[in-house]
């Protein structure tokens, strides 16, 4: 089957490989779409090639059921793809993410995929599959995720940090619950998309003044909270100190340090930070209900490639001129 490789240097290309042979637990899908994730860009860019590829979100149909009664040929999923051993307590309460023995799944990118049958999400009759992307994918699911981890309030002003498609999938969301949404990045192709998914006002990232602008926005005092959607340790500084005093920090950008204030950003300004990975398979339903009450998560989505037309999609997303991209199986 066709599976997308990278090939170091910035380069993917197309690679031949065997079908995946599912193990007792997994089924077969046939993929239909896959998304690519910002979580992609260290290894896009990195010299190594490597075999395969970390595409992680996607959709399709059971093609193997593999024994697994709930399944039939033709039905339509996409993935919960961080596969716990489904026994421990993490796992029990539902926290996949934390399981000790967890096992990340990737390779989506190609035309088929062996996924453990307890982590496929049932993707509704008459949902289209873009739509099932995002929900079962990280661009809404993360931003779901944080968004309950924080807690959203409806009158709340809101600084998003990185407009990329978890961030505007955060734009959208909150723009779409009530609140009043500030888009913080330094492209401005980005900034305009995340004016057309409800935010209220944008602020231009990394140039002097960006907590100035926030606070001017804000009647002097701040936004009540800001996530941190970018990655980037200058960004979770600002939200440190653009979020007014007992306000609220959401952080979903990777990065492995930063520097805050333990005196000036939570003693004396009572913050509250929250930190959020991944989502949760319990909120793959909640989603699914928001998008019935007129959630469009598919606005998030700005190019549409054919799998073999993988390249001009990274291309894209290293120069941050796209919102969500897909690669298209159908
Ligand atoms: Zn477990």
Redesign the pocket.
Known sequence: MKSLRFAGYSKVEIEDVPEPRPTADQVVIDIKVSALCGSEMGVFRSPEGRHGNPGHEFVGEVVDPNGHPEFAVGDRVGAHVIV?????????EGN?V?????LPSGYAHAEYIALSARHCLRVPDGMDWDTGVMVAGDAMGVAYHLTRRVGLQAHDTVAVFGCGPVGLGAVLLWSFLGARVIGVDMSAYRRDLALKLGAWRTVAAGKHGTVDRLRKLTGGAGPDTCLECSGNPLAIEAAFDAVRKGGKVGIVGEQPLASFSPSGHLIHKELSVFGAWYFRLSEFAAMVELCSRGLKPRRVITHRFPLEEAQKGYDLMARQECGKVLFVQY
């Open positions: 716990g051993c489904g026994t421990c307590p993490h796992c029990q996949h934390f399981c000790p023995n967890m």
